[in-house]
Every structure is written in C-alpha cells, then in structure tokens.
C-alpha cells in the first residue's frame, strides 16, 4: 500500500477517536449514565484493537485494507440533509410491499418516522436517539447486552460512536400484525462513514416480521457499520427480511445478534443483490428450550464486489433446533465468503442443527471461500452441514435446450431454480414476488449498475416475463 | 438408555495401552537441549556433507523466528525444547550384517510389537525399515528391493549413497520454511527412510517403517521421503508405538511424496503413539507434516490413515495436485479416548487441470477427548474440471467427549466441482438395541458399529494391515464402546 | 412358556398397556391384532427390552425365569427374538459378520464351542435356502440397501440362524407383496417346532392364510379384550373392530 493510503487509514482511525471523544464531552451531561460507560468502554476495546485485519480469522478472507484507505469523512452525517429536505429528495412515492415505512435518509429519520410511533397495541417504533431518552427503562436492560463479541473492532466502535439507528418494542402477547419496513438509504456526496444502532424488542408471545432494506443511490465511498440487537422472549417470533441493494463503492457491515428465549422462533431471510463489501454477521443464541432459528440468505455477486455472510449459532441448551442455509452466484470478478459456525454446548442434547451453502461460480476470475464449521460438545445430536461449489448441471441444460430453449434462458431457468429455494421462503407475498423479479432482472444484468434503489423499481403486480413459457420445462 | 449407556462408554474407555513396556537397550544420546552446536553434533554425528549441515542450519535459524502455531482446536502445555534429548540412538557395536546380529533385545521388542522382523520377512514379504528412537535399526528385503531398481534404506543412508537423489528432492514438498515444526525437523532429524521406485517399476513388495520411541525425555524427528518415478508404484506402510512414561514426549516428523507423471504412491498410517493415560498425563505430542507433490500428469497419491494415538495429534496429510488429471486421495479414521486431542485433516490444493481429490474422515471422540477435522480444498483458476468431495463424519460416544468440523473451501475457477458434506451423530439406541436383540452384548454392538462405521476407510489399508487397524480400534474403544 | 400377567407399561408417563395378560406355550402359534395404537408393538418392544418403555406393574415369566430383569442380549441369548417392523440399518457392518458375531456371543453364553467359519458359512447357506434369500449377504451392511421386503425377509433369515424358542413378529406382513409374504409365513411356519412359540402381530387376516394361528387375540386400549381361534380373524376380516367397541362400551 502506498504510503499516502496507510497515512488516510491511521487518520481514519485517529478522527474517529477524536469525534467519539468530542461527542462523550458534549454530552457528558445529557447523556444517560449507563450510555456514557459503554461508550467509554468500548472507545478503549476500539482504540485497542484498531480495525480488522486478515490476521483474524473472521476476517481472514476478507480485507478492509483497501477500503479503509479511502477517503471518509466521519462527520459527514451531521452535514448532510436536515430530514425535511430529504423528504423531497427521495422519490419513493408507493409503498409497494403493504408494510408501514420507516425511513433513514443518509442517516436521518423522514418526516413521520422522526419521532415516537405508538401503536394501538402498545407497539412502538422510534429513532434510537430518542429512545435511549425517554424509554431508557426498556433500552438499557437489551442495550449492549448481545453485541458481546470480544474483539472486534467494529462492534465496539459502533457503540461508541453510534448516533441514530432505530427501537423497535413489542410487548408481551402482542402479535403485531403490519409488516415494519425499514430502510437505510444513502445518497450522499459526502463519503459516510456512519455506525447505526438498532435494537428490537419481543415481549413474550409476541410476534413481528420487519423488513431491513440497505439501499444507496449514489456511487460515492461509503462506509456503513450497522448493528442490530435482537431480543426474543418465550414464545415470540420474530420474521425478518433484509434486502441488501448497495453501489459497488460502498462498504456495508451489518451485525445481528440475537437471543433467544424457550419455544421463540427467529426466522431470517438476507437477500444481496449488490454492493461493494457487504458483510452480514449473525450471531444467534437459542438460550431456551425449544427455540428455533431459521437463518437463510441469498447473495448474487459480480464486478468486484465481495460479500461476506457469517453465521454463528450457539445451541446453549437442550432441544433447540437450527438451520442455515445460504446461497449464491458469483459472476465475473466477485468474491464471496462464507462462514458457518454451529456450536453445540455441554449438555445442549438433543439438538438438530443443520447448516448448507450452496454457490455457483460462473468465471475464473471469481472467488468463492466457504468454511462450514461444527463445534459440537454434546453426543445426542443431529448435526449435518454441507457446502458445494459447482456449476450449473450440464444435462439440465442439454434437457432445456433441446426443448427448444436458448442458452441464455436456459441458464436462467436454472439460476431461478438454484436461488428459488431461499426465495420461496419469503412468507410475505408482495415481497416473494418483487423478489422473485428483482433477482430476475439481477440475473439478466439488468440492475447490476445500480442506478435505481430497488425498494422503487420494485413492481410486485408484474409478473416476470421470459421468453420461454415456463410451463414447458 | 442413558444411563446404562455411560457405564458401557466408561467401561469400554477404560482399556489399558498395550504397547507401553520399555525395552533396556543401551543407547547413546548427546544430552537434553537445542542449540546451533546440537544441530551441529548431530551432522557431525552421521557425517553429512556440508550442503546438509547448511540445510539444517537454515532450518533451525528460520525455527528461531517462527512461533508455536495456535490455530488448532487444542490445549496444548508448554515445549521445553531445553529437555528434550534431540538425538538418541541404540548403541551399535558394530556394523550389522545380518538379523542374528541385532541386538536380542531389540529383535524381542519388535516381537512384542508384533513385527518379528524375520517373520515379516518371509512370510507376508513386506520389507521393514524399522526406525527406533531416532535410527533406523534394520532394514529387511534390500535384495529382492535391490534387483528392481528400488532403493529403500534409512535415510542417512541414503544421504551417504544416493546425495544427489536426496539433495534433489529433499525440502521440494516441504520446505523447511513450511511451519514450526517442519523447521525444527528439518534442523534436527535425525534419520528415517528413504525410497525410490525408478521409472516403470511397480514395487513387488509393500514397503514398511516401523517408528518406534523408546528411550525417555527424546523426541524423534525422523523424515520420510518417497520418490516414484515416471510410471512407478508403491504401496508404503507406516506404524508407530512409543513406551508409556509420564511426561510428553515430542514427535516432529516429516513425510514428503513425489510422484512423477502416471505414478502413484499409496501411503498408509496405523498411529498408535503412546496416547498418554486415563487421567491425561502423559503421551506423545504428535506434530507431524506430510505432503506429496502429484508433480506428473496422471499421477496419484493416497494417504489411508487410522489414528489411534498420541496425547494430541496435529497433523494434515496433504496433496498438492500439480500434474494435469492428477489425484490426491485421504482416508481418514481418528479415534480420540479419555483426554486425547486430535487436530487432523487434509489439504489438497488443485492447480493442474482435471485434477480430482477425495476425502473421507471418520472421527470418534470418547472419554473426555476433543476430534477435530480440519481441512482444505483449494482450487486454483487454472485447475479446469478440478473435482473434490469431502465426507467428514463424526461420532460421539459419551457425553464429555467433542467432535468439530473446520473445513475450507476456497475455489477460483468456474468449471470445479467441490462437494462437502458432514455429519455428526452418537449410535443411535436402535442399533444398539436391534444388535443386542440379536444377543450381542454392548460392548461387541459398539465395536461392531463403529468398525462399520469406518469400514470405508479401513477398507483402503492393505490386508494385513487392515486386520491390524480393526484390532487396534477395537483397543481402543475397548470398554468404551456405548 | 410365557406368563404375562397385568403389565403395565407407559412411555414419557403416558399410559400404553393397562393390565395384560398373556400366556403362551411351547408348540402354539398366536396372532395378536387390533386397531392402530392399541399397543401391540409396544408389547413386542418391552419383551425384547426396549428401555424406551417403562414397565410401571406386573410380571412377565419366561421359561421359568423374570424376564424384566435380564438385559436386552440376555433375553435374546435365552431365545427370545424380535422381528422388528421397522428393521434397523447398521452402515459398514456386513451381515455375515454380523451373525457370525451374535451366534458366537450367544453360543459362548450357552457354554457351547464357537462354530468354526466353515461350519457357520454352510450353516448360513442352509438358513438362507430356507427363506429363499438370494442376496449376496456378505459384502451387504445389515439392512442398509435392502427393499422394505429383503428387509422382512431379513428378519425371518435371522430368525432362522438364531433359532429362537419365542419369536414376536412385528408387522412382518407389512409392506409385503404376495410373494414374498408367502416365502415369510413359509419360512416362519418351517421353523415351528413343539418347543418353541411364536406370536405373529398383524394388522390383515392374510398372513394367517399363511401361519394358521392357534389362537387370535385382539387388542384394544392397552388390553387383550377377546381371544378367540382363527374364525375370530375372519370375523375381524369381515366386520372390522366395530363391534368389538361396541361390546366392550355394553359390558361397561
């Protein structure tokens, strides 16, 4: 690396300290107690550990260098649009999958998602900062308590720098029937660098499924580390969907840790259309009987992006189930990774674990890294993983093709079959089928650029459309 | 079940080590540490040439700048390296000229090993190179070997008789630079068996080392190295026993494989190092490298290996898919008990085109073990039609026991195929019930199971070593079996 | 024989036998049958000593001897065999071995000589004509790969090399094409002899075309509720259980 970039990389670290420090002063008196101590804490563990590097294993395949030494500017958000502005500046004008829209615009909340929502049921939806205010009885005891993950860098610089993310609160035997949808939207020439902080709440029994929409607009450097923390009390059940669209300039980092309690259920569906470096990090822990998690995603990759899923389940106690499976097409100069990690404690019997990843690898020039891990300290168990890297199957499309069918299509039939599986999970079904089309028209090249974000383009009413009559094959 | 099921697991992990008696021969060594004049000595000791003195000068310098590797999933206490004796050898007289002049204590020790060395030689014609503490003792069936073509000798040796041979091939697969504990070997090893199978010769006979250590604070380093020449094969036999003692004991050894184009060398393990107590004190500390170079298009190696041994296991048998329509194979079973750990696994790297690689690993943790598969498969963006499938399962007798699964999986070309799959399972109540039904009693429906468990791999070792393995499975699980 | 008086038996608390009595005899045939649930399987299962199945009351004599307190091999050393309705695949362990290993066991527990592997392989061959088992069984692993029939087959095979003095067969019929439903019930019926029993538990009257059973038992809730000889088959045939309901519901 040229020494200027390393000089660009120190700084970044340097004026993240000071603006971490300068904030800690400022709000030395309207800041709540507990706050300021984790943020104290955690700008130590940041300062200490620095960002990561490939000398870590679970960032062994994937390197930050190059995208740490470009030019950020850590205030940027503060400079940005006042939230009255962007409303105009988006052009989101329908709302195409039936949810209620919570909106971040380069890191502001809309107008209408700015303040506190209450639901009827006692539901509430509200941006972080004001959360940790006026509902820090219902914050602190979640706040910091799941995103435990000793030694990395990017964890505890979130908690010291965040500034805005959202709560989401759902009390006990609420089943919250609206579909929360929230989007984080970057469109900015000011080269981001922001930590977001998001937490959700299941009260006992209660139920929610919510929409997590990473999306950006410009192609400009871009630097998000968003972590989510997720409680889910006995019995509740927790849906959620992210859709990842970003520009192959930006870097998103999205970490989800979550705890589960007896008999909840947690299912989770990523689905990666684009983006420079996405990373996603899902850490479960099932702590109750009978919890189930179900962590699912897809990934579609080209150019030179580089996507990143890493799924850590920890089975802490008896009779718990879990299964992942992951997904993915890397085309042209794209690189994926992917690391499962179940861990089956002492005494955690009767456990059913399962794990898969499936990739197809188009060119030479691509990369597909997965690491499939068991850790299991338990013998009444049924654990099985696998992982493939293959193509698509030659005889499917000789079968295809001598049906009449062109290559091009022929391959798309199979790509859509390879990916339906995840997609078919998608219980929403305004959403199946927008995902259906998107990853269609993905697949066909048609939104790799990226120009539009896809919460817009979306239309569901649409059925997709090819050449062939499907019905046939 | 439970219940019952944890006293037959106790009952069957409580077997003794058999192997574990010590032989009084007298043997010279040259004091416990590690410096540049103990690397110096032992040169001096087997009269290398300098070139050779150079090479484990190199090694040991580079050794000084690396550190212990730490990334297995293993506990492993502190290495003195200053009390370790780094060279010991059983004291000759003279020069042996044939088997009655071995030293009767030593012949008897081979006895108890089950390996009458004169008995190997007639009747099964397998030819020994048999390596005790740090020497090769005896080398049988040179005659017949001789009339081939095929050289198989102890490595120092061959050092003396064939330096070019060594000199060409030695540190090619794995350099001295390589990790920790291939530096420390190529600075300090001190013999070990070398053999050349020239162009067209398919060796008659499968061809055996027999490792043993015997005398205590020692470590042995010993190196192997295989070379077959175009269109060459052998099937090469290794096995190991070391005397019970309380402290660890280090082995640091290094296999290295070439096969030139259409050879194939098929190499086969019986590990059964001293494996340390049921409390955990004591054993072998088993840090071994071994890799071959499939160097020639259509060229194959194979490693069978069943692990019954050592305190802990660190090891990966590896293939480095060089030579177009190459094949690298690994059969693995690993058998950890009381406080055993195993690290073990495989790498193949595809760089050659139409390359294929299997691996089969077949883990069985019991007692308070931990077995750890850990593997790689590579795939280069020249490597076209490259093929892998790995199968990676693991049982688990008890409830103290761990068994884990790290495989990686990096590919870069578009035409590879790469299968994984993994399992994890304990036996399942109805097959123990359904054997016992048939009237056999746990302890025989275990070890019947998990024989069928890793028939798969037992099936790749030669017969009589098969028969060996079998035995040694059921040892060790013996009384373990649940 | 056997003497099963008042067993009681539960699974995870759950209540499934509730006081049944049985008796059998050497040289007799029983049939046992019932609706789904009532049972009988979990009979077969606590007579091999499923540990699954907790006995809560009751004893069960076999040939003088508790039954309940021998293990599951002892039981099967002592001649109790089960033919299992669903039989258990064992990966990697080939059937020759696998019998050459339980009659071993079971020979040593008798204070018998081993058979040398001469001997068991020409006694195997016999067996396996018996029950018109062509398969090549040495290098098949016990069950792994075998149709549902070669499965049942199987386990009538096993029977004969184990030459069990009481045999409970669960649902053997099950499953079963004509065919080879008529070289099982051959085979079962070849093995009779006056000294040992067997108790055939079937849900169709078909089998007993085949093994002409001395007496017919039905059970319901746990219970043996009406024994009968093979005319109580037909009836069962012909009218279903129905009316056993309703006659047990009039007697309460």
Known sequence: ?473 | MAKSEDIIIDEVTSSDYKYGFTTDIESEDIGKGLSEDVVRIISAKKNEPEWLLEFRLKAYRKWLTMEQPDWAHLKISPIDFQEIIFYSAPKKKKELESLDEVDPELLDTFNKLGISLEEQKVLSGVAVDAVIDSVSVKTTFTDVLEKKGIIFMSFSEAVQKYPDLIKKYMGSVVPPSDNYFAALNSAVFSDGSFCYIPKGVRSPVELSTYFRINAANTGQFERTLIVADEGAYVSYLEGCTAPQRDENQLHAAIVEIVTHDNAEVKYSTVQNWYPGDKNGVGGIFNFVTKRGLCKGHHSKISWTQVETGSAVTWKYPSCILKGDHSVGEFYSVAVTNNYQQADTGSKMIHIGKNTKSTIISKGISAGKSHNSYRGLVKVSANADNSRNFSQCDSLLLGSECGAHTFPYIDTANETTVVEHEATTSKISDEQLFYCQQRGLSPEKSIGLIVNGYAKEVLNQLPMEFAAEAQKLLAISLENSVG | MLEIKNLHVSVEGKEILSGLYLTVNAGEVHAIMGPNGTGKSTLAAVIAGNEAYDVTEGEIIYKGKNLLELSIEDRAREGVFLGFQYPVEIPGVSMTNFMRTAIDEIREYRGQEPLSAGAFLKYMKEKKELVEMHAKLNNRSVNQGFSGGEKKKNEIFQMAMLEPTLSFLDETDSGLDIDALRIVAKGVTALKSPDNATVVITHYQRLLDYIVPDFVHVMYDGKIVKTGDRSLALELEENGYDWIKKELEAKK
């Open chain 1, 1 to 473: 690396m040229s020494n200027k970039a390393k000089e660009i990389a120190i700084n970044l670290k340097q004026d993240l300290l000071k603006k971490i420090d300068g904030n800690i002063k400022a709000k030395s008196n309207s800041e709540q107690a507990w706050l300021e101590k984790l943020r104290k804490d955690a700008r130590a563990e940041f300062d200490l550990l620095g960002f990561p590097t490939v000398k870590l294993e679970a960032w062994r395949k994937t390197n930050l260098k190059s995208y740490l030494e470009r030019k950020f500017d850590v205030n940027a958000i503060d400079k940005d649009l006042s939230s009255s502005e962007a409303n105009t500046a988006l052009m989101c004008e329908a709302n195409k999958y039936d949810t209620d829209l919570y909106t971040q615009y380069n890191g502001h909340w809309m107008k209408g998602a700015d303040g506190v929502t209450t639901y009827d049921n006692g539901t509430i939806v509200c941006p972080m900062s004001i959360a940790i205010n006026i509902f820090s009885e219902l914050v602190e005891p979640h706040f910091g308590k799941y995103a435990i993950d000793k030694g990395n860098a990017l964890t505890a610089l979130n908690t010291a720098d965040f500034v805005e993310g959202y709560f989401v609160y759902v009390p006990d035997n609420v089943e919250h029937d609206r579909s929360l949808q929230m989007v984080n939207l970057i469109d900015s020439d000011n080269n981001i660098f922001a930590n977001m902080r998001n937490l959700v709440v299941l009260g006992k029994n209660s139920k929610l499924r919510m929409l997590h929409c990473d999306d950006s607009v410009s192609e400009n450097n871009c630097f998000i580390n968003n972590i989510t923390e997720i409680s889910i009390a006995d019995g509740a059940k927790l849906d959620l969907y992210k859709l990842q669209n970003k520009d192959n300039e930006s870097v998103v980092i999205t970490s989800t840790f979550v705890e589960q309690g007896a008999d909840s259920n947690f299912a989770s569906n990523t689905i990666i259309l684009n983006g420079g470096l996405v990373k996603n990090d899902t850490k479960v822990l099932l702590n109750g009987r009978g919890a189930n998690a179900d962590v699912i995603g897809l990934y579609l990759m080209d150019g030179h992006q580089l996507v990143d899923n890493h799924v850590h389940i920890t089975h802490a106690v008896s009779n718990c189930t879990s299964n992942q499976l992951f997904k993915g097409i890397v085309d042209e100069y794209a690189h994926s990774v992917f690391n499962g990690h179940t861990l089956v404690a002492k005494d955690a019997q009767q456990t059913l674990a399962f794990q898969n990843n499936n990739n197809i690898q188009l060119t030479k020039t691509s990369k597909i890294d997965t690491n499939p891990f068991l850790e299991i300290y338990a013998d009444d168990v049924k654990c099985s993983h696998g992982a493939t890297v293959g193509q698509l199957d030659t005889a499917a499309m000789f079968y295809i093709m001598q049906r009449g069918i062109c290559e091009r299509n022929a391959k798309m039939l199979l790509m859509l079959a390879f990916v339906g599986q995840v997609i078919d999970k998608i219980e929403l079904p305004n959403l199946r089928a927008s995902m259906t089309e998107l990853v269609g028209k993905r697949l066909k090249g048609e939104l790799s650029s990226c120009d539009q974000c896809s919460i817009t383009c979306a239309e569901p009413d649409k059925p997709i459309h090819f050449e062939i009559d499907m019905s046939k094959v």
